[in-house]
Antibody, heavy 117, light 109 residues
Framework: QVQLQESGPGVVKPAETLSLSCSVSGGSISSHYWSWIRQSAGKGLEWIGRIYSVGSTDYSPSFKSRVTISPDTSNNQVSLRLTSVTAADTAVYYC?????????????WGQGILVTV | EIVLTQSPATLSLSPGETATLSCRASQSVRNYLAWYQQKPGQAPRLLIYDASKRATGIPARFSGSGSGTDFTLTISSLEPEDFALYYCQQRNNWPPPLTFGGGTRLEIK
């Protein structure tokens, strides 16, 4: 049973960079697609982007200019960086694993981490 | 971007009753629609994918139907633990972007 755990600072100042990690246990990040999704009161659930294996990425056009998702295979983690944050980036950030063979279907989620800008 | 509209926003029912939740897409998503349940303080949980396939461990009282632009999540014989938020999500023309609906709150009457 795979488990995902988000970590990082709970508070980020405006114009700075938000950096989060997703630790994966019970499975390797080198398989499956791993996404970052956020949830805010204003915009609901928003898909940010995803990574597959050691570097293939896809990003939502809404975030593409500000986001980087990268792997840390030595620690079995997936990282999210979001630059130039504003109050609108205040949200709960989740990492999630896609279901094999059903790209874009999220079968496992972390508990989420609240980030306040 | 495909917009998903969920209705009603809030549904008030009693345990034992049947809940019918709707999700309408602004354009066809074929059958590439999923439903998630979210309880307070928890992450969403996958219930249904590809419109009608139940995810692992999901009780049979949860069923999904529809294709194209109109989809329904039916929860029969509501249990107390079923009262929660429900979201639909499409993955047509993926990637990106995929989108989520605004949610339906199922509350105890």
């Amino acid at each position: 049973q795979v488990q995902l755990q988000e970590s990082g600072p709970g508070v980020v100042k405006p114009a700075e960079t938000l950096s989060l990690s997703c630790s994966v246990s019970g499975g390797s990040i080198s398989s499956h697609y791993w996404s970052w999704i956020r949830q805010s009161a204003g915009k609901g659930l928003e898909w940010i982007g995803r990574i597959y294996s050691v570097g293939s990425t896809d990003y939502s056009p809404s975030f593409k200019s500000r986001v980087t998702i990268s792997p840390d295979t030595s620690n079995n983690q997936v990282s999210l960086r979001l630059t130039s944050v504003t109050a609108a980036d205040t949200a709960v950030y989740y990492c999630a694993r896609e279901k094999v063979g059903y790209s874009g279907t999220f079968e496992s989620w972390g508990q989420g981490i609240l980030v306040t800008v | 971007e495909i917009v998903l509209t969920q209705s009603p926003a809030t549904l008030s029912l009693s345990p034992g009753e049947t809940a019918t939740l709707s999700c309408r897409a602004s354009q066809s998503v074929r059958n590439y629609l999923a439903w998630y349940q979210q309880k307070p303080g928890q992450a969403p949980r996958l219930l249904i994918y590809d419109a009608s396939k139940r995810a692992t461990g999901i009780p049979a009282r949860f069923s999904g139907s529809g294709s194209g632009t109109d989809f329904t999540l039916t929860i029969s014989s509501l249990e107390p633990e079923d009262f929660a938020l429900y979201y639909c999500q499409q993955r047509n023309n993926w990637p990106p972007p995929l989108t989520f609906g605004g949610g339906t709150r199922l509350e105890i009457k």
